[in-house]
């Protein structure tokens, strides 16, 4: 159910972005795809160091798997890390690919109506991109508040255990 809303809410924004993208000028938008890089990098990296550091115990829980329960926890923990880095990266590459395209197209002289699509469609890409941003964002939160509830329910259930000894 959260999928097909955030396709509909993707699409949307997607349709809206396009409808009046052509206001916009590319200069604006390249701003846009400036901040989405600089995002982009700061998820990739913060993602790829906590896996960097969690990736001997995952790696652990999956060879030690006791059941497929215990194997697919494993492989769903290290998604939860990957998933962010590969929508980070696609973005760190889309964004690099308008800032070429931007200041290459700089200097052609596009007929009015053509111009105008190519601020449409690209408006509407980069509201796609940041959409997709947003949603990475709130997997990572969501991410982290998990990670901190697990480790708060193993510390007070040790708690619990050392005041039994």
Known sequence: MLKLISLIGLLFSGGFAFKYGDSVSASNQLEI???????AAL???????????????????AKNAKSVEDA??????SREFIEPMT??????????FFTFCYYVMKDFQLESATAKYLRQFSFMFVTILTYSQLWTLMKVMFSGVDYTLSLSRISKERISELKRH
């Open 33 to 39: 795809y400036k901040m989405l890089v600089t995002v």
């Open 43 to 61: 998820v990739f990296a913060v993602m790829g160091a906590w896996l960097s550091l969690l990736k001997v115990e995952l790696e652990s829980q």
């Open 72 to 77: 697919a926890a494993a492989v769903k923990k």
């Open 87 to 96: 929508y980070s990266a696609m973005i760190i590459v889309a964004s690099l």
